[in-house]
């Protein structure tokens, strides 16, 4: 039963007039929700009366009681308040992700690979070895670049070929970027292929060791996404200039190849946790040159 029904049925229930029921004014969510308009008729949308002050994921909850699927937000009452609102998120991601995929034809395929090799991934154990780990950046990262090209109405094979490449590449630098953090919270994730290699165990990455072998893990490892960048390049004459925006994270990933070169591949030097000023400079001369 609609809010304006309720109060032509029981008439206006003011606080302090003899003979009424004291009203509590409504608070929060509900307090927008007794202006909410009907679902057909005025137009109105829910962010003219949700006002400034109400959040993102609160302004689609009250979406869902203007359009009475009343089963969604009360399924989302009865999670702990602390959840509520990454509920309402999820679901409000899940209606965007499914219009976007509509909207760009977008092949699901991607999409399932990012969701299963991340729900593999959850156990927070170490790599293996180097494959491992490029079959997880190829899954993640560079699925999201297949799917940007197809956004951008892209369907090339040297691109895509590139943008395995360029996905392998920003795996292997996020996992090198991400190890002072993670060695913060005891965890080391490198591949244990490598690290046997040199002789080196998830200790010596603890303990921020400067050592020689350790090192050698490092370098390793920047050289095979050196590697990749280098094959992705290799097709910049035959991958459409159209797709050259997608690509454009090939910059940051060499500055960070660079700078690590320059402190002999030392992954805790302090410089590597600084950020580059110029880097949205050398973005813009790589988007005007037309080269990635």
């Known amino acids: 039963m609609a809010a304006s029904t309720l109060l ?4 206006p229930l003011r606080p302090g007039v003899p003979g009424l029921c004291r009203c509590r004014q409504p608070r929060g969510l509900w307090a927008n929700a007794w202006r909410l308009p009907e679902p057909a008729g005025s ?15 609160d302004r689609y909850c009250l979406e869902l009681l203007r359009k009475r699927d009343y089963e969604g937000y009360l399924c989302s009452l009865l999670l702990p308040a602390e959840s509520r609102s990454s509920a309402c998120a999820l679901r409000a991601f899940n209606v965007e992700l499914a219009q976007a995929v509509k909207r760009h034809n977008l092949t699901k395929r991607w999409l399932m690979k990012i969701i299963d090799e991340r729900e593999k991934n959850l156990d927070d154990k170490a790599y ?4 491992e780990l490029e079959n997880y950046a190829e899954n993640t990262q560079s699925c999201l670049l297949y799917l940007t090209l197809e956004i951008l109405g892209i369907k090339d094979l040297h691109a895509d070929h590139a943008a395995s490449h360029i996905g392998k590449a920003q795996g292997i ?28 165990s998830q200790e010596d990455f603890l303990r921020k060791s400067q050592d020689k072998n350790v090192r050698d893990v490092v370098y390793d490892m920047a050289s095979q996404a050196h590697l990749h960048l280098k094959h992705a390049r290799s097709f910049h004459k035959s991958v459409p200039v159209k797709a050259f925006p997608a690509f454009l994270q090939t910059v940051a990933l060499e500055d960070y190849l ?11 030097h302090p410089s590597l946790q600084q950020k580059n000023t110029l880097l949205p400079l050398s973005l813009y001369i790589q988007s005007w040159r037309k080269r990635y």
């Open 128 to 131: 293996r070895n180097i494959q």
């Open 43 to 57: 137009g109105r949308s829910v962010a003219a009366v949700s006002g400034p002050g109400i959040s993102g994921t």
């Open 258 to 268: 660079k700078k690590i070169q320059q402190v002999d591949f030392d992954i805790f």
């Open 173 to 200: 630098v996020t996992c090198l970027r991400a190890t002072p953090y993670h060695g913060s919270r005891r965890r080391v994730f490198l591949p244990m292929d490598i690290c046997m290699l040199h002789g080196v």
């Open 8 to 11: 032509s049925a029981w008439g």
